[in-house]
């Protein structure tokens, strides 16, 4: 396959070809800009949010995606662009925000595990895996 290249000023993300993606709420995640084949899955183009603190990526509709294991993500799973460090979730309620970010010059998405209650569910966040 030809090499992906992220376009400047965006965030690339990479999604494995067994992943199936649901969101939470999709007004809270944003489209993305564009795809291409890897040799792993798909790298997918982000606009990077204009506020850092995820929260307010969240409430602004900027996350790249947001995956809920309790709607049909069981085996949840994720690992840096390396794939030398991965983690998985705690238990099978897991909750994690990708949260785009450019800061000088640098592109990267970030993941927001959060150990909390959200519609009467406790979600637990995640924990390192064995890579």
């Known amino acids: 396959l030809p090499v992906c290249v992220v376009p400047n000023g965006?965030?690339?993300?990479?999604?494995?070809?067994?992943?199936?993606?649901?969101?939470?709420?999709?007004?809270?995640?944003?489209?993305?800009l564009g795809s291409c084949d890897?040799?792993?899955?798909?790298?997918?183009?982000?606009?990077?949010?204009s506020r850092t603190f995820p929260n307010d990526t969240y409430t602004d509709n900027q996350d790249a995606f947001i995956l809920d294991s309790t709607r049909g993500c069981a085996n949840l799973c994720f690992c840096n662009e390396a794939r030398t460090k991965c983690w998985v979730g705690q238990t099978a309620n897991t909750y994690v925000e990708f949260s785009p970010s450019c800061t000088g010059g640098k592109c990267h998405v970030y993941a927001v595990p959060y150990t909390q209650v959200f519609d009467n569910i406790q979600f637990?966040?995640?924990?390192?895996?064995a890579t």
């Not at 494995?16 to 649901?22: A, M, V």
């Open 10 to 32: 965006k965030v690339g993300l990479v999604i494995d070809d067994e992943t199936t993606l649901s969101t939470l709420d999709g007004s809270h995640a944003q489209k993305a």
């Open 38 to 49: 890897c040799s792993v899955g798909t790298k997918r183009f982000y606009t990077p949010a």
């Open 124 to 129: 637990n966040g995640v924990k390192n895996s």
